[in-house]
């Protein structure tokens, strides 16, 4: 997890390093394929967290040197984080609805050509 992690924040920072010098990644297809495994990546290390915090903890319990009381938090801020985590997911997840029900209603009308997109070739004016 740590490592995925670091690999991704390093990564992060040098394509911004190399944006602000004018000097893109976009045309590189080891950082296109570097950025299209990067989500993947990003998952695994989020998994790998939680099973080694679930199986760091576990063992104790089984073996009763720990009792399930003692594992848990005592942390009373824990319904802060909680009703956080609902918000912003739900606006995240709101605003992707929006933004796809919007991209296709222009879809719909026949607006799709007129919009601009940084992935389609350029129009050269004859």
Known sequence: MIGIGTLLAAFSVWFWWR????RSLIDSPRAL????????????????GWITTEVGRQPW???????????????????????ATIVV?????????????????????????????PYSPEVVAR
């Open 61 to 83: 319990i089984a073996y009763e040197v720990m009792t399930v009381d003692e594992a848990v938090t005592t942390n009373s801020n824990v319904w802060i984080t909680l009703t």
């Open 89 to 117: 997911y739900s606006a995240m997840g709101i605003a992707a609805f929006a933004v796809i029900r919007s991209m296709s209603s222009r879809w719909r009308h026949g607006e799709a050509d007129a919009l601009p997109s």
């Open 19 to 22: 944006e602000r010098r004018r």
């Open 33 to 48: 394929g570097f950025l299209s495994i990067s989500g993947v990546l990003a998952v695994i290390a989020l998994q790998t």
